[in-house]
């Protein structure tokens, strides 16, 4: 088993929830394993490429106010996957630990397309 360490989304500043840290810039880390039986797994999905092509119809105003993100077209998830030599129909399985944008991404999208199948918490609350 071969696990990539991928930044699928870098942002400017995230404020913490609660008193205490200041703002600090953030990646979405996603992880891609190669697996010897199942394929290939990504685990969250980051921002994804039409979050970076058209962040205007696909990300909400006030996250992209909160989180200001690069927007690189580089960092999706599907582009990396390609750096690295597969093909987005190679990601077999995509796991989410939660529904927040930048863990889910276009990871919705996946199954529809290539036949792999999705799975994380179906509440959204997942914490």
């Known amino acids: 088993m ?19 840290p200041r703002p ?4 979405c880390h996603c992880l891609l394993v190669e697996t010897e039986s199942d394929g290939l797994v990504l685990i969250e999905s980051g ?5 970076v092509r058209r962040p205007q119809n696909t990300l909400d105003p006030e996250w992209r106010e909160l989180a200001a993100p690069g927007l690189d ?3 999706p998830a599907v582009r ?19 529904l927040d944008v930048d863990h889910t991404g276009r990871a919705a999208r996946l199954p529809a397309r290539d036949g792999a199948r999705t799975g994380g918490r179906a509440d959204g609350r997942g914490r």
């Open 2 to 20: 071969k696990v990539h360490h991928l930044n699928c989304g870098s942002m400017a500043t995230i404020e913490a929830t609660y008193d205490g």
């Open 73 to 75: 077209p580089a960092e």
């Open 80 to 98: 990396q996957v390609e750096r690295l030599g597969f093909g987005a129909e190679d990601v077999r399985h995509v796991a989410v630990t939660h």
């Open 24 to 27: 600090l810039p953030v990646v």
């Open 47 to 51: 921002l994804g490429t039409e979050d």
